[in-house]
């Protein structure tokens, strides 16, 4: 459905007040699930699929999916990949490495429930790919 000229008014005076768009979803986390051939280096070959599958199972299972909550995504190569596998909420641009189910469901619990960043989790800001 198209959007009418009064919500784009809408919207545009709240970016012209605030600098930017009210956010659809309160926090987005993308899952890099990137894949390479060869076997070089990549989030796909850390289970990066089980911990995106993992991610919603727990986001839904809370409660927290939908607009104005929040919405996981499968992402292509971040370019974090030395951290890999990788997951990034915004719009806090906060950046986690993960192993396991405990690692997703404290991602899930702390910081995409509660607001909580889990600094355990937490990419070293120089390491890129
Ligand atoms: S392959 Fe995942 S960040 Fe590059």
């Given at each position: 459905m198209p959007m009418t000229e009064s919500k784009r008014d809408t919207e545009a005076a709240a970016v012209a007040k605030t600098g930017r768009a009210p956010s659809y979803y309160e926090r987005h986390i993308f899952f890099c699930l990137n894949e390479r051939k060869g076997g070089e280096e990549c989030c796909a070959q850390h289970a990066a699929l089980e911990g995106f599958e993992r991610c919603k199972t727990q986001v839904k299972a809370a409660g927290l999916s939908g607009p104005g909550k929040v919405r996981v995504?499968?992402?292509?190569?971040?370019?974090?990949?030395?951290a890999g596998p990788v997951a990034v909420v915004y719009p806090d641009a906060v950046w986690y490495s993960y192993v396991n189910n405990d690692d997703i469901d404290e991602i899930v619990e702390s910081h995409l429930k509660n607001g909580r960043v889990v600094e355990r989790l937490l990419v070293p800001g120089?390491?890129?790919?």
């Open positions: 995504n499968k992402a292509g190569c971040l370019d974090r990949c030395a120089d390491l890129g790919r």
